[in-house]
């Protein structure tokens, strides 16, 4: 799966964003696709995920509560819609595709196969 993500910008702390990830290729029905997000001298770290088949989401205690993921099957789009947004969000956001995760790991990088080339999101006053 190829993925393509977009809608990152430079934001106001408290303003939303969102961001969407369109695949191309076929999608398996036990794919998961997920945001991870990546800060300046650090580590890429998990955000979120979704199962393509029946939706159900996981979050990182970071986010839960202001990010919300969905995705719209007919579009092959994944969505990620930020809320009250802080500037310890800026980063570097990338979508990603794995097969075959369950619900224990799909925090996990390793899982994922298929990565987007990123967008910048930047939280500043």
């Known amino acids: 799966v190829q993925l393509q993500a977009s809608g990152g910008g430079l934001v106001q702390p408290g303003g939303s964003l969102r961001l969407s990830c369109v695949a191309s290729g076929r999608i398996s029905t036990n794919t998961v696709m997920g945001w991870f997000r990546q800060a300046p001298g650090k580590e890429r770290e998990f955000v979120a995920a979704i199962k393509w088949s029946g939706g159900s989401t996981t979050y990182d205690d970071s986010v839960k509560g202001r990010f919300t993921v969905s995705k719209d099957s007919a579009k092959k789009t994944m969505y990620l819609q930020m809320n009250y947004l802080e500037p310890r969000d800026t980063a570097v956001y990338y979508c990603?595709?794995?097969?075959?995760?369950?619900?224990?790991?799909?925090?996990?990088?390793?899982?994922?196969?298929?990565w987007g080339q990123g967008t910048q999101v930047t939280v500043s006053s």
């Open positions: 990603t595709a794995g097969r075959g995760l369950i619900t224990s790991t799909v925090r996990n990088i390793r899982g994922y196969d298929d």
